[in-house]
């Protein structure tokens, strides 16, 4: 997507403090296409502010630099990278990088679901009740953005985290189509989200649910015993910003589903398979310290491993039954004495079968008797669920996120080559 088909409202309030190298390329153009004097009046601009620009005493606003990139031919991204924009005279700068970094997104996420731009344009404010909260947000700031003029002060019964760059308020106003002032009820996620890596959608999906979800539960039964169940939801005034969220969902395969609540609706992610793999996916970004508490609680319960169910595990269990020399008619006895798990004798033949899933504990402990590595026959997505459980290492628990990661590298990389073709 090109900036050029983006938020060109306040273009002319955006400077480029160009290099030496912009600055020939602009130079060159001028030259070579025109004259100094026909760019003056093309452009209503006089003959002597061309030239500060050109010798680097005045910033290049960002309008002119557009015009210039369709003139040749180029990405304005490409143009402006590493390039640093001003706004307006005002000192406040900010280095402009084309490629869209993770934490940028998971920035967005804070943004979209607990923040606002002033209507001047001058500053942004991110509100939370958790201080701590905000605190790890403004160190993540500076160092990934190199932001400065950040402080954390009080508001009400909450606090606020204000983060006074105009140069950084206008670029995200720019480069996403962000309006100014209150959002509310026309809150939707920027387009160019959709088109970015699954990582880049985990780690803004991460902050938008601390902002505006929670990590809940609900109850279930089976075999006469309650047990809780995860529960993820976002609520949110913007039905927009509920099918955004939908569709970004639907692309890393999880299924969700929209109700109304009055006044607001919700999006839920009710299958304790897919809160589990949405969890693995989003526990790296997270940095609220309650909600990275709850996501724990809500995981502790022994009754979740039966909820879960495991697509064909045909060979698996009937390898469980050799090793043991049972029949098969033996099988339904000594899972309740091993296991307290009483079912059906036609269910556990639909197990052998492969005609039912079975339940997350009974691979577990088949994988544990025979000494098997559990992600030789569970998705690596189940890795948190497992830490949480404590079957698992925390270092395991990094090594399987990490393989995830380079694998879903691999198939982006791809994916961008087959479209380049």
């Given at each position: 997507?090109?900036?050029?088909?983006?938020?060109?409202?306040?273009?002319t309030?955006?400077?480029?403090?160009?290099?030496?190298?912009?600055?020939?390329?602009?130079?060159?153009?001028?030259?070579?296409?025109?004259?100094?004097?026909?760019?003056?009046?093309?452009?209503?601009?006089?003959?002597?502010?061309?030239?500060?620009?050109?010798?680097?005493?005045?910033?290049?606003?960002l309008?002119?630099?557009?015009?210039?990139?369709?003139?040749?031919?180029?990405?304005?991204?490409?143009?402006?990278?590493?390039?640093?924009?001003?706004?307006?005279?005002?000192?406040?700068?900010?280095?402009?990088?084309?490629?869209?970094?993770?934490?940028?997104?998971?920035?967005?996420?804070?943004?979209?679901?607990?923040?606002?731009?002033?209507?001047?344009?001058?500053?942004?404010?991110?509100?939370?009740?958790n201080?701590?909260?905000?605190?790890?947000?403004?160190?993540?700031?500076?160092?990934?953005?190199?932001?400065?003029?950040?402080?954390?002060?009080?508001?009400?019964?909450?606090?606020?985290?204000?983060?006074?760059?105009?140069?950084?308020?206008?670029?995200?106003?720019?480069?996403?189509?962000?309006?100014?002032?209150?959002?509310?009820r026309?809150?939707?996620?920027?387009?160019i989200?959709?088109h970015?890596?699954?990582?880049?959608?985990?780690?803004?999906?991460?902050?938008?649910?601390?902002?505006?979800?929670?990590?809940?539960?609900?109850?279930?039964?089976?075999?006469?015993?309650?047990?809780?169940?995860?529960?993820?939801?976002?609520?949110?005034?913007?039905?927009?910003?509920?099918?955004?969220?939908?569709?970004?969902?639907?692309?890393?395969?999880?299924?969700?589903?929209?109700?109304?609540?009055?006044?607001t609706?919700?999006?839920?992610?009710?299958?304790?398979?897919?809160?589990?793999?949405?969890?693995?996916?989003?526990?790296?970004?997270?940095?609220?310290?309650e909600?990275?508490?709850?996501?724990?609680?809500?995981f502790?319960?022994?009754?979740?491993?039966?909820?879960?169910?495991?697509?064909n595990?045909?060979?698996?269990?009937?390898?469980?039954?050799?090793?043991?020399?049972?029949?098969?008619?033996?099988?339904?006895?000594?899972?309740?004495?091993?296991l307290?798990?009483?079912?059906?004798?036609?269910?556990?033949?639909?197990w052998?079968?492969?005609?039912?899933?079975?339940?997350?504990?009974?691979?577990?402990?088949?994988?544990?008797?025979?000494?098997?590595?559990?992600?030789?026959?569970?998705?690596k997505?189940?890795?948190?669920?497992?830490?949480?459980?404590?079957?698992?290492?925390?270092?395991?628990?990094?090594?399987?996120?990490?393989?995830?990661?380079?694998?879903?590298?691999?198939?982006?990389?791809?994916?961008?080559?087959?479209?380049?073709?």
């Open positions: 997507m090109k900036f050029n088909q983006l938020n060109m409202k306040n273009e309030r955006l400077y480029i403090k160009a290099s030496e190298k912009l600055r020939k390329e602009l130079r060159e153009f001028i030259i070579k296409d025109k004259s100094y004097e026909s760019f003056s009046t093309e452009n209503k601009i006089s003959q002597r502010e061309i030239s500060r620009w050109i010798c680097g005493k005045r910033g290049i606003p309008n002119i630099i557009i015009r210039f990139s369709n003139s040749i031919g180029r990405s304005i991204e490409e143009i402006v990278h590493n390039e640093f924009l001003s706004f307006e005279r005002s000192s406040y700068i900010f280095k402009f990088n084309k490629e869209i970094s993770i934490f940028e997104c998971n920035f967005l996420g804070w943004f979209l679901s607990e923040g606002h731009m002033e209507k001047d344009g001058r500053r942004i404010s991110i509100s939370q009740h201080k701590e909260c905000l605190v790890n947000i403004k160190k993540l700031i500076e160092t990934n953005f190199g932001l400065t003029n950040l402080r954390i002060e009080k508001d009400k019964e909450a606090w606020k985290l204000r983060i006074s760059n105009a140069a950084f308020c206008n670029y995200l106003s720019w480069r996403y189509n962000l309006d100014f002032g209150k959002k509310c026309k809150v939707k996620i920027p387009d989200i959709f970015l890596s699954q990582e880049h959608k985990y780690s803004f999906l991460a902050s938008y649910i601390e902002g505006d979800g929670c990590f809940s539960h609900y109850w279930r039964s089976n075999q006469g015993k309650k047990y809780k169940v995860p529960r993820i939801f976002i609520t949110s005034s913007s039905f927009g910003m509920l099918n955004d969220l939908q569709k970004i969902f639907q692309s890393i395969n999880l299924t969700s589903r929209i109700t109304l609540d009055k006044p609706t919700k999006i839920n992610i009710l299958k304790a398979g897919d809160c589990s793999k949405l969890a693995f996916f989003i526990y790296p970004y997270l940095v609220h310290p909600r990275k508490r709850r996501l724990v609680e809500i502790q319960n022994k009754g979740i491993l039966n909820a879960i169910r495991i697509g595990s045909k060979g698996l269990l009937n390898k469980l039954r050799i090793h043991l020399k049972l029949e098969r008619k033996d099988l339904p006895k000594y899972l309740m004495d091993n307290g798990y009483k079912a059906a004798k036609t269910t556990i033949m639909g052998l079968n492969g005609t039912y899933r079975p339940p997350l504990s009974i691979i577990l402990h088949t994988c544990k008797v025979l000494d098997k590595n559990y992600f030789d026959y569970l998705p997505e189940y890795a948190y669920l497992l830490y949480v459980q404590k079957l698992i290492s925390k270092e395991n628990l990094y090594e399987l996120r990490k393989t995830v990661q380079i694998r879903q590298q691999g198939k982006c990389k791809e994916s961008h080559n087959n479209r380049s073709r």
